[in-house]
């Protein structure tokens, strides 16, 4: 692989995590998570170079931190610029690209929920469910799991409400999203 794919792959890669991070930001604000946990304080950090300046045109709206919201689009728009930069895509479709960047946070959501409810599910069966991180990401996923766990009872001790959100999950990134995408190429390209 030349140097210059490795350099745009590292890029890549950078631009991705921290849109994750954003997209983790905001689901923490959302749901009211623990602030004093050391995770989220290292998220709050982190981010706050980004977050903090678009607070002032990009206000919370209740517990929705839209400034965070914001920033992940950006951070993933950020990616075609520099695209764009190295010759690799055109100038004159970067609006189009705004609105795949858009595409690409709601796959993050979904990322984000899917290796949550993994990480808490793996937690529970090696006896970790108190850990301090594990009680964090069960906070994020927990609204999204609770209308699976109203409709799913347990079954004895095993409570299989997890697994079918999982697969929910996965229909919509194996399924939905590749539809969607489909056709948002055929609008847009």
């Known amino acids: 692989m030349p140097l210059g794919s490795m350099a745009l792959n590292l890029v890549d890669v950078i631009l991705h995590l921290y849109s994750l991070l954003l997209l983790v930001r905001l689901l923490l604000q959302w749901v009211q998570a623990d602030f004093f946990n050391p995770l989220s304080q290292a998220v709050f950090k982190l981010t706050a ?83 301090p991180h594990i009680q964090l990401i069960n906070q994020i996923i927990d609204p999204y799991l609770k209308p699976f766990r109203r409709i799913i009872p347990p079954i004895g ?23 969607l995408e489909i056709i948002l190429d055929q609008l847009l390209f």
């Open 49 to 131: 170079p980004l977050v903090e300046p678009l607070h002032r045109l990009f206000p919370t709206l209740g517990t929705f931190n839209s400034a965070a919201l914001i920033g992940a689009i950006l951070v993933k728009w950020l990616h075609f610029w520099v695209l764009i930069g190295v010759g690799r895509l055109v100038f004159e479709e970067l609006p189009n690209y705004l609105i795949v960047a858009v595409f690409g946070v709601f796959s993050g959501v979904i990322e984000i929920y899917f290796w949550g409810i993994l990480a808490v599910s793996v937690a529970s069966w090696l006896d970790a469910a108190n850990h």
């Open 157 to 179: 001790i095993l409570d299989i409400s997890s697994m079918v959100a999982i697969i929910g999950l996965i229909l919509v990134r194996d399924r939905i999203l590749p539809m």
